[in-house]
């Protein structure tokens, strides 16, 4: 795939993540046009998230109808050109009017994170970035912080029900006594994007979905965050940890998530 076959890509992916964007906020504070509906324990799906991820596929496979899509609620298959999307990252959120949540939309290439842009439309923020051409919030670069002493960091660590409560607990006990306060925002993709803009200084999962990642690493490691190597095993079958964080805070909490430090990979290594 020539540069050019990415670019065009990118620019889609943007104006994509705008109208999907544009579509979510039309369901957005209307709980009963919303329809949600419970997939599981705390696992929250509303009308929206269809509708949002069907406009997604629909439009990816008339510009791009050799690429494979991969969403959340619909599902889909491997591809060497691949489109993973999360229709609306921070559901249970935006089922209860909470306005933290994103559309996510991702394309990989034989499996390497290529091209990540998250639509915020609650704050009016669209981040994007490109491998090896910077991460952006509203066309301005961003960076992750510059931040090195665990006394003074911020860092977010997302849960569901797909790890034990006492091992999420035992995660945030453990940062908190590192000297970091923690949050929890309930949108893996948001923390990523405010890793990368130096909002929060790390986002830590035990375990995610592909489609809530897909996006945000790009962005993330664009930004200068170091990430653990995320796409490997079956990953899109079965998701895996994250850790997305300053370079200077990486190892450490790779040390309290025991992920291989030398699994680490630095923004430095496209
Ligand atoms: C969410 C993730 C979040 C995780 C939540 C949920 P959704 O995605 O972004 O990181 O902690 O359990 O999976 O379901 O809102 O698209």
């Given at each position: 795939?020539?540069?050019?076959?990415?670019?065009?890509?990118?620019?889609?992916?943007?104006?994509?993540?705008?109208?999907?964007?544009?579509?979510?906020?039309?369901?957005?504070?209307?709980?009963v046009r919303m329809g949600t509906k419970m997939k599981g324990f705390q696992d929250f799906v509303t009308e929206a998230d269809q509708v949002v991820e069907d406009?997604?596929?629909?439009?990816?496979?008339?510009?791009?109808?050799?690429?494979?899509?991969?969403?959340?609620?619909g599902g889909g298959s491997s591809n060497d050109n691949l489109w993973i999307v999360d229709p609306i990252d921070g559901t249970a959120n935006f089922a209860r009017c909470e306005p933290h949540w994103a559309v996510s939309v991702g394309f990989v290439r034989q499996g390497v994170p290529e091209i990540g842009v998250l639509a915020m439309p609650t704050l009016n923020e669209l981040f994007a970035a490109?491998?090896?051409?910077?991460?952006?919030?509203?066309?301005?670069?961003?960076?992750?912080?510059?931040?090195?002493?665990?006394?003074?960091?911020?860092?977010?660590?997302?849960?569901?029900?797909?790890?034990?409560?006492?091992?999420?607990?035992?995660?945030?006990?453990?940062?908190?006594?590192?000297?970091?306060?923690?949050?929890?925002?309930?949108s893996g993709a948001l923390g990523m994007a405010w890793t990368a803009c130096g909002r929060v200084d790390a986002y830590l999962e035990l375990h995610i979905n592909a489609w809530d990642v897909a996006a945000g690493i790009v962005l993330a490691r664009e930004a200068g965050a170091v990430v653990n190597d995320f796409f490997r095993g079956d990953w899109l079958a079965d998701g895996n940890p994250i850790l997305v964080a300053t370079p200077a805070l990486a190892g450490s909490l790779a040390d309290a998530m025991v992920l291989d430090r030398a699994l680490l990979l630095r923004s430095d290594a496209h």
């Amino acid at each position: 795939m020539s540069g050019e076959d990415l670019h065009q890509r990118y620019v889609a992916a943007v104006a994509l993540a705008n109208e999907a964007g544009a579509l979510a906020s039309s369901y957005f504070r209307d709980r009963v046009r919303m329809g949600t509906k419970m997939k599981g324990f705390q696992d929250f799906v509303t009308e929206a998230d269809q509708v949002v991820e069907d406009l997604l596929r629909r439009r990816i496979a008339e510009a791009f109808p050799t690429d494979g899509f991969l969403g959340e609620e619909g599902g889909g298959s491997s591809n060497d050109n691949l489109w993973i999307v999360d229709p609306i990252d921070g559901t249970a959120n935006f089922a209860r009017c909470e306005p933290h949540w994103a559309v996510s939309v991702g394309f990989v290439r034989q499996g390497v994170p290529e091209i990540g842009v998250l639509a915020m439309p609650t704050l009016n923020e669209l981040f994007a970035a490109r491998r090896g051409h910077g991460a952006t919030c509203n066309g301005v670069p961003i960076r992750v912080s510059d931040v090195a002493d665990m006394q003074t960091a911020a860092v977010e660590i997302g849960w569901s029900p797909r790890r034990p409560t006492a091992s999420y607990i035992g995660l945030v006990a453990e940062v908190m006594d590192m000297g970091a306060t923690v949050k929890r925002s309930a949108s893996g993709a948001l923390g990523m994007a405010w890793t990368a803009c130096g909002r929060v200084d790390a986002y830590l999962e035990l375990h995610i979905n592909a489609w809530d990642v897909a996006a945000g690493i790009v962005l993330a490691r664009e930004a200068g965050a170091v990430v653990n190597d995320f796409f490997r095993g079956d990953w899109l079958a079965d998701g895996n940890p994250i850790l997305v964080a300053t370079p200077a805070l990486a190892g450490s909490l790779a040390d309290a998530m025991v992920l291989d430090r030398a699994l680490l990979l630095r923004s430095d290594a496209h």
